[in-house]
């Protein structure tokens, strides 16, 4: 959990974490483990994460926390923005990670559909009727196969599942 510290509506300080507020008031006798409430007591605000972030991190840019806001109800919420990447070993070292990423997804798409092709191999050799058509699932595994072709692993077009 974030907090603020929060005078007459103006964001004072901005993000702190648990561990910052215990050291700031150490001389308090709080808990082993704080609640919001007894750093509330302290006069900060509990800033709740965002659930989905409302903007996305491409290649060279990356989504860091911005200023606090208050909503249309009134409380305090946090903001994203994008901070471009200036260092250029940074830049390859994330392309990398997000590749790994996408590979990792699609060796997940490949596990959930290999039971249907190991199926059809079966009844293929057993020479029996064929339970589906797999011509699409075919089709479906050599589009993930290839989906390392695309240019930007942070904008994937994956293929539709069947």
């Known amino acids: 959990m974030l907090y ?4 007459d509506d103006e964001v004072v300080e901005w993000p702190l974490h648990d561990i910052d507020l215990k050291e700031r008031h150490s001389e308090v006798s709080l808990p082993e483990k704080p609640s919001t409430e007894d750093f509330e007591s302290l006069g900060y605000v509990a ?3 965002l659930v989905d972030i409302p903007i996305s991190q491409d290649k060279d840019n ?5 200023d606090l806001e208050k909503d249309s109800d009134g409380n305090w919420v946090r903001t994203y923005v994008l901070s471009p990447i200036t260092n250029e070993n ?3 070292a994330r392309l990398d990670r997000q590749w790994a990423l996408i590979r990792q997804q699609r060796d997940t798409l490949f596990k959930e559909t290999d039971w249907r092709v190991l199926r059809s191999l079966r009844e293929s050799t057993l020479e029996l009727t064929p339970t589906e058509d797999i011509s699409v699932l075919e089709q479906y595994r050599d589009d993930l196969a290839n989906i390392t072709d695309q240019d930007d692993p ?4 994956w293929p539709e599942k069947v």
Request: aromatic fraction near 6%; proline fraction near 5%.
């Open 47 to 49: 800033i709740n994460p």
């Open 62 to 66: 990356i989504v860091v926390l911005g």
């Open 154 to 157: 942070f904008n994937i077009i």
């Open 4 to 7: 603020a510290k929060i005078v």
């Open 90 to 92: 940074e830049k390859l």
